[in-house]
């Protein structure tokens, strides 16, 4: 079975501060992605990778970095929090074309890491 | 317009009901689509993929209309556990990797 740990169930934080958010997948997936997930919005792509040390922004970067020195290990980072970045947060990840050849990896699902519930005072 | 669409619901139906969701989506360059659940407060996880032919598994049924452009999900014989949040996802390719958009959900409650 896939494993997607994120390393903090919750997190409360203060404005201005620096976050760091960590998840570490076991399945050797290419694909890592970092969702947010609020009230009536939905889930919403932050930024995802498909490899190491390549990242791409999603529909809502503004705010937040990455960082994907590793295969395994996707970190989301807060450079200076915010309350308006109170949120759940989800990390998920997905075989790449290397695994399943590149038309498949289009029709991989998602495996999602428990999320993180992120509270900016 | 969203580029996928539910009714967030709460769609409140009894035990052994049948209900059904839709969920349309704007792109026609969509490839594959899926639904997921999520429980109260859980992550979201991968209830069934959603083939082009329609699928089953057990009591849930996946339907796919391309010329319409939405996808549906049945469920048959309702019960309390599948009280939770029906999420549908629809993927379309970006080049280097497909790009995922997921609906807000629908969520469904099965009372006694």
């Known amino acids: 079975d896939v494993k997607v740990t994120q390393s903090s169930r919750y997190l409360v934080k203060r404005t201005g501060e620096k976050v760091f958010l960590e998840c570490v997948q076991d399945?050797?997936?290419?694909?890592m992605f970092w969702y947010r997930q609020d009230p009536g919005l939905g889930l919403r792509l932050i930024y995802f990778?498909?490899?190491?040390?390549?990242?791409e922004k999603g529909d809502i970067p503004e705010g937040y970095s990455v960082s994907r020195e590793k295969k395994e290990r996707f970190s989301l980072i807060l450079e200076s929090a915010s309350t308006n970045q109170t949120s759940m947060y989800l990390c998920?990840?997905?075989?790449?074309?290397?695994?399943?050849?590149?038309?498949?990896?289009?029709?991989?699902?998602?495996?999602f890491g428990n999320g993180t519930r992120l509270t900016v005072t | 317009r969203k580029e996928v669409e539910q009714d967030p619901g709460p769609f409140n139906v009894p035990e052994g009901a049948t209900v059904a969701f839709n969920c349309t989506y704007s792109?026609?360059?969509?490839?594959?689509f899926f639904w997921y659940r999520q429980d109260c407060r859980k992550e979201p996880k991968l209830l069934m993929s959603?083939?082009?032919s329609g699928n089953e598994d057990g009591r849930f049924t996946a339907q796919l209309n391309r010329a319409s452009q939405y996808i549906s999900l049945l469920i048959r014989d309702s019960k309390l556990s599948d009280s939770a949040t029906y999420l549908c996802?629809?993927?379309?390719?970006?080049?280097?990797?497909?790009?995922?958009?997921f609906g807000t959900g629908t969520r469904l409650q099965v009372t006694l």
């Open positions: 996802v629809v993927t379309r390719p970006t080049g280097t990797a497909s790009k995922l958009t």
């Open positions: 399945m050797d997936h290419e694909n």
């Open positions: 792109n026609s360059a969509s490839q594959s």
């Open positions: 998920a990840s997905s075989p790449g074309p290397g695994t399943l050849g590149r038309l498949s990896s289009y029709n991989s699902p998602l495996h």
């Open positions: 959603v083939y082009s």
């Open positions: 990778s498909y490899d190491v040390k390549m990242k």
